[in-house]
């Protein structure tokens, strides 16, 4: 049996965001179970308005032929990937729960450690 993987999003940025899912979906691909944890500005990956996607890295992953934010948050949700928004990170962002996508949880982060266990943790 593997170990969890838990993914700490602190970033708000595409590059961050986007690397955070090929992990996520890498890893759940393989078999892992997955918890990917935004906080702070982290938070806008799971904001429902994919604010994101428009950022001009699209386009040009899209151009090379890689898999961008939507394509990833879509295999995320086939995979069955675990999402959590910070509740305290929402709170420091000025962010509403209302305003995230569905299925997305709104927790803390002891939520997020007792998730992963002795599992690895990689922050972004």
Same mark, same amino acid.
């Given at each position: 049996m593997t170990q $969890? @993987? #838990?993914?700490?999003?602190?970033?708000g940025g595409h590059e961050r965001a986007?690397?955070?899912l090929v992990l996520a979906t890498g890893a759940a691909a393989i #078999?892992?179970?997955? &918890? @990917?944890?935004?906080?702070n500005a982290g938070c806008r990956l799971f904001d429902a308005a994919r604010p994101l996607e428009g950022d001009e890295r699209e386009a040009m992953l899209a151009a090379r032929? &890689?898999?961008g934010i939507g394509t990833l948050l879509a295999a995320a949700g086939d995979l069955g990937l675990r999402r959590i928004a910070c509740e305290a990170g929402l709170r420091a962002e000025g962010l509403a729960p209302e305003a995230l996508a569905e299925g997305?949880?709104?927790?803390g982060v002891v939520t997020f450690l007792a998730a992963? #266990? $002795?599992g690895q943790i990689v922050t972004l």
């Open positions: $969890p @993987l #838990g993914i700490l999003l602190v970033s986007h690397y955070a #078999g892992r179970d997955v &918890v @990917l944890f935004a906080t032929g &890689v898999a997305v949880e709104v927790a992963i #266990g $002795p």
